[in-house]
Structures are given as C-alpha cells and as structure tokens.
C-alpha cells in the first residue's frame, strides 16, 4: 500500500514492528533522483496506522 502511494518506481520499503508506533515503514532502496523518500513513507504510514496493524 505504501509503495501503491509513493509512486515512485524502484523503491523498496520494509515495514517492521516498532514498540511505540505499532510499525513503522523503512525505505531500503530508492532511485537517486527521488528525494525525501523515507519522509513520505512516514507520512502514508501515518495515516494507514489509523486504520491498520500489523498482523503476526
């Protein structure tokens, strides 16, 4: 979902647990022209975290 909202091709984003927000989206790669990346992953991720969580 957060990739769908990035748009951005050759980004790859891990999402993993965190104790304080629930999860939390980490960009591994990116192209070297996209800038900001991991910001706009945090801020997608903020909104889907209102409406979901991360499943076991």
Request: proline share 0%.
């Given at each position: 979902m957060i990739l769908q909202r990035?748009?951005?091709g050759g980004v790859f984003v891990s999402v993993r647990r965190d104790p304080i927000?629930?999860?939390r989206p980490?960009?591994?790669?990116a192209p070297?022209?996209?800038r900001n990346v991991q910001e706009l992953a945090d801020k997608i991720a903020a909104e889907l975290r209102k409406k979901f969580t991360l499943k076991d």
């Open positions: 990035l748009v951005i927000l629930g999860w980490t960009v591994v790669t070297k022209h996209s």
